[in-house]
């Protein structure tokens, strides 16, 4: 396999033809359309590895209200495409991968024919609007690519990207009215004053500027962008929805909708025309900046100077080539499927948030240059903290290194002075809880990936940790656990934080910062101040001390814990389960709990209360759909039945993902849950970030070369697998046979090789 | 008076107590009051010449609109300030000086004791608000310093200002609670929708950062500001007045209205709290940007780094007393009341916009840097092409070629592809009619002012002058006029096109650019087209060539006029005053037109529909209240009665300026009128800027220096002047009579003296 990605490089170095044995092409099992149905919250159309631009179609508009009030169905466009619709709005720049919640779907862009019709419509009239209806068989989904016929039109929609770019390629038919429409007032999650101000600007008939200034998940954010044609229009226009004209100034004078060469307001669509032939292809290079418009032009031209689609395209299957190739297994098509798709779903995001000249907007709102490193955002730390970051540690330290960075100067920036907690567009929207950013700082530097100013950053941990003004911190300071009074989520808030504590005190004890390593990892075993010995469950615990009488462990809502229920979070001490083994009644006891987690049969009524997952997202009462569980199928390691682990990843791993558009059991959540099959199925997990530990499972995969950027490769054999054949007899490292049941992050980084052998009967 | 100024400047540089004899300090004299009550619009609050900042206080918020109609009212704040009114809201940082339309009246503060009260409350109701009840007797009006005692708390408040800082004092009586609001919802020209996003960001105890995005009068707007107090706030907080709350963030984790870091949104106030001892002066700089935060620190960094108020203040009444020193005249103490108040509002607008490292926010929305100039906006072309700029070409050229780089770099920036029209904090407003840019470039560049691409400005005049889409232009140039169906100022935009196009013609001849000039002085000869030799008057005519048979000379509504009637219109030809006497039916009916037009009485009805002047603005039909007869007085110089002139000019002077609050006819219009009142005292005007002659009339001084930028001095003299010694006898210039009623820029540039002999009996 070493071999194998020798011969890739070279073949991307020197150009086909050169090498002897290809290596093998891995963008072929990328399959962008797994999790585009139901729950899975991804999208299907084409991005670059980190990419700033996601240009995907939209199926939908719609907005976060209907008719004044909260619009349940919204959550499904969270990625702004769903599998079963059957019509395209249009393609937009902007998306997030497997989120739960969402903004963006920036610049919407759709290309129609004949009459002009600047509203989208509505799915259930065809005809109504500038949608089209779409089929899947005429809809390639690839990594960087994106391909779908509009039937309304015949037009033949492409689209693929660079960093900062977007190009679309849009074959007409013949049409004395061919239009191209940029809508400005759509958006992913929108609502009435979403769009603060928009601005557009005709700089001459193949050019086009602009802005959109939005206040949602990102309170305070405006993405500019400049758009190329590569065929002049003949003439353009802009209709504004405002409900109210602009006071004051004399714009008036002009016919401003039709050949003017700019807009503003804060609800403008406009449409560019264009008199086609048979086949002609008109192509659109968009490209985005948080900077300014000139920002955007520069990163146009710096990325995409010509015209060539198929060499963009091609630039960047090359790019996931090489990502891909950073772990090459063997396996079934099925697999690779799985494997290579989630390994694309966990290199979308984060996503890189800065002008190709290095300058980005920061969260003080002021303009900064990247010193040194490349800037991200779309930090979702209460996902991303378990698996996907330690997954960068081991196959892109260099990024992971310089996401820790971006952390470090939005601390900087952050006037809260707290590392980032959800980041969006530069902006803090403070998703979910915990502060798991300490962990994600305190992994690197534990694994040794700290090419920062380590002191600084654990500086950052613990102002973040010491907040006493963020959700029940202070109190969880001063009485070791959140009481039910302070917080809704007070459980689980507590148990995170005490998880993250332990991950400061490993970085302090690192960096031999003793004050430091004992107030934390004192603060860590703060989990046990949550459980109630007499119920078995950690549960909510009044301000004086007893815990609340209002207590139902199966249940999500009101319960004092944030996507997910007692029964599952009662398991969340990641740092130190041998202590909550203990604390629940000892082994025994403990492998009974697992078991019923697996085992018992949820009552329906507590699966409607849950958020963002599929009834498959759930495995008896185990939800792998959200977060807070992933480590659980590895605790089994720490009591005298490890042969579970191996069953229960081995059951998880085929159940909750497949190679179908609804294969995924629950929102990606930014590559997290595809962070989890990446390490389950080579044969190992990170159950605490923060340690340089990882616990060994069942790979699911028949060999692996995780090929590190040090120049070694760590190979993973596999004897034996399948899928009767899923519990270890043995593990052999570098040649010697491994008495536990974990590898450290040097066993891998040093490079060599592990052999499992596979049985179908546990040992 | 030459030995003066040089005294005084060299009392500037070495310090008080250098000098034999000192300069007369010219800044007693300016009195900004004058022009304050009823229209004359002007503020009395603090600035530097052409400052960023004009920090003023505030006595109403009549918002554009009341309860969802136009406020019939608002006209009367544009400049924030009205005498007659009995309390201060606050003092906030930008006003406009002396316009008919407003915006701005950004970042108002109020200091108050007592029970926090966070709206304004009303005039009619003492202690419904913040806002307090002042008297004129403990209020100080100077050039850069205003003071005011409020009433309701007892706090006197002195401000002053450097460019681009405004500097606060408050002198607190002793209270526990002592207040600083900062009211980011409060405008001139407010309306709802208008503030499009604010920003507030507490860095520490005592500074603050932020911005305030609008849509006005300037469409697209956001100005910036740093905050700095001289003692800690210990607490502080905001209150939103949004409609509705952002949606999608989980901001509601924190409790954001007290002691938090920061707040966005579309409403807010805020405020800053002190415990103060009696006589407890707290200071705040306030700085400006128009690119970003970090910009406005950076301007209160490098002009005011420390606390000193009377330097601050000191150090802009020096700025003033240079710029005054320009012209230094003799006369009685009203005489100079009058010059120096009119020199001080010719030099306010155009305003400085930049920040101190030369950056600024063009006109494409891009951010830019002035390169080898200050960049300027505030341009009310209308108004200023008239007679301010060529007074900047003589008492400051570099500032006046400035100005003209700052109007190319609009074009350039302009999607357009227009010279200024309005240009409002980097805006283009399209207020009022033709296109004077060209007018103010070809003034500069006949003057030999021109130290820019001459011909790069005669392109942008070029290019503005066949803007075909704009306001007619295209008619104007197929047909000679704009025809009465193409809009409704369709005969003064002709008038007006035609004088701007002859302007251009000159700028091409000094170029060298005959086809333009060609070009141009045929269409300068357009104003002939819309005269009906019939009525006797400019008329509406249609685009069959007929003349528009409903016709009212003394109206100003529907005529085809803007702010002024057909009377006044019809002399509009300041480029050919001999052609239009011919026009008009030779000299002697010429002469009778011109009589008329002073001593007829016009009914009341017509002076209730003209804007912007009070009836005292108004003599005869003679409107000095607004523009478009400003050069009127002088065209007897044309006919056999140049004595008119100087009779017609020393009836205005008096009449329209008087040293008192109500001391303007009409709006000062961003210094228009100051610099007619300048130019008319001593002695000459001119009438076509464009060419390099003045018009003589009759000085109303005792005599004047015209203290050159190039050293030298230009001696105005005037023997035997009153208010009955009218008349000129004779003018000597430079030792030799002066046969002609002319003088040309090289008389006044070359340096040298001009005497008036001065009597009773017209010649």
């Not at 720049?93 to 509203?119: R, V, Y």
Request: net charge neutral.
């Amino acid at each position: 396999m070493k071999y194998l990605l020798t011969a890739f490089l070279l073949s991307a170095a020197v150009g086909a033809g050169a090498q002897i044995r290809p290596a093998e092409n891995l963008v072929q099992y990328v399959n962008p359309i797994i999790g585009t149905q139901r729950m899975g919250h991804t999208y299907p159309g084409a991005t670059v590895p980190f990419g700033m631009v996601q240009l995907s179609p939209e199926t939908d508009t719609a907005g976060y209200e209907l008719n004044g009030k909260y619009n349940p169905d919204v959550y499904k466009y969270c990625a702004g495409y769903q599998y079963d619709d059957k019509t395209i709005v249009g393609f937009s720049h902007t998306h997030f991968s497997g989120t739960g919640h969402s903004d963006l779907g920036d610049f919407l862009i759709m290309p129609t024919i004949g009459a002009l019709k600047l509203n989208p419509g509505t799915a259930d009239k065809p005809g109504s609007g500038y949608r089209s209806a779409f089929s899947h068989q005429n809809e390639v989904s690839q990594a960087n690519y994106y391909k779908v016929k509009l039937d309304a039109s015949n037009i033949i929609a492409e689209m693929t990207t660079s960093t900062r770019v977007g190009f679309h390629q849009y074959t007409f038919p013949k049409s004395d009215q061919s239009h191209i429409i940029l809508d400005l007032m759509a958006g992913i999650y929108n609502y009435p004053d979403k769009n603060v101000w928009t601005y557009l600007k005709v700089l001459n008939d193949s050019t086009v500027v602009g802005y959109r200034q939005t206040n949602g998940w990102a309170r305070t954010r405006t993405l500019y962008f400049a758009m190329s044609f590569s065929k002049p229009f003949y003439q353009h226009g802009y209709k504004k929805y405002d409900k109210r004209e602009v006071y004051g100034g004399f714009w008036g004078k002009f016919n401003q909708t039709k050949n003017f060469p700019e807009i503003a307001g804060r609800q403008i669509r406009s449409y560019f025309d264009f008199k086609t032939e048979e086949g002609e292809k008109i192509k659109i290079k968009f490209a985005l900046s948080p900077v300014s418009m000139d920002g955007a032009l520069n990163n146009m031209r710096a990325e995409i100077p010509g015209w060539d689609f198929d060499k963009v395209k091609n630039d960047g299957q090359q790019q996931w080539e090489k990502e891909l190739h950073k772990i090459v297994i063997q396996g079934s098509k099925e697999t690779k499927e799985n494997f290579y798709t989630s390994m694309y779903h966990a290199m979308i995001n984060p996503t890189i948030y800065m002008d190709a000249d290095g300058q980005y907007k920061g969260l003080d709102q002021n303009v900064h240059k990247a010193d040194g490193f490349t800037n991200y955002t779309t930090f979702s730390m209460w996902d991303t903290y378990r698996a996907l970051h330690p997954l960068f540690n081991i196959i892109d330290p260099k990024r992971n290194a310089d996401m820790v960075q971006s952390m470090l100067v939005h601390f900087d920036q952050s006037p809260e002075k707290m590392l980032p907690i959800w980041s969006n567009s530069g902006n803090e929207n403070w998703c979910m809880s915990g502060y798991h950013s300490v962990t994600v700082l305190a992994d690197a530097v534990v694994k040794g990936n700290a090419p920062f100013d380590a002191n600084k950053a654990l500086d950052a941990c613990i102002a973040t940790a010491r907040h006493r003004d963020y959700e029940g911190i202070g109190s969880y300071i001063d009485m070791g656990y959140i009481p039910d009074e302070k917080s809704g989520v007070s459980v689980s808030s507590t148990l995170e934080y005490a998880f993250d504590d332990w991950a400061i005190a490993q970085m302090a004890k690192k960096l031999n910062r003793n004050d430091i390593y004992e107030e934390f990892i004192k603060r860590s075993q703060n989990y046990k101040n949550m459980y109630d010995a007499k119920a078995g469950f950690m549960r909510p615990k009044l301000a004086d001390g007893t815990f609340r009488q209002k207590f139902d462990p199966l249940s999500t809502i009101n319960e004092g814990f944030i996507e997910g229920n007692s029964w599952n979070y009662t398991l969340f001490a990641p740092q130190d389960p041998q202590g909550l083994i203990k604390l629940m009644g000892g082994n025994k006891r403990f492998v009974g709990y697992l078991d019923s987690l697996f085992t018992m049969n949820l009552p329906d009524k507590y699966f409607a209360e849950t958020e963002d997952i599929t009834r498959d997202g759930i495995i008896g009462n185990y939800v792998h759909g959200n977060e807070p569980s992933h480590h659980v199928a590895y605790l089994y390691n720490w009591t005298d039945k490890p042969w579970k682990t191996q069953e229960r990843v081995r059951m998880i791993l085929p159940r909750m993902y497949k190679p179908t558009p609804d294969g995924l059991g629950g929102n990606d959540d930014t590559g997290q849950m595809s962070a989890w099959y990446i390490f389950s199925s080579l044969g190992f997990y990170p159950v605490a970030p923060g340690s340089d530990q990882y616990s060994t499972g069942s790979p699911a995969v028949d060999g692996a070369v995780i090929n590190l950027d040090n120049g070694k490769t760590f190979k993973i054999n596999v004897k034996n697998q399948s899928l009767k054949n899923v519990y270890v007899q043995k593990m052999v490292l570098n040649g010697k046979i491994l008495s536990g049941l974990f590898i450290s992050h040097a066993d891998i980084m040093n490079g060599g090789e592990i052999t499992f052998y596979m049985g179908s009967k546990h040992k």
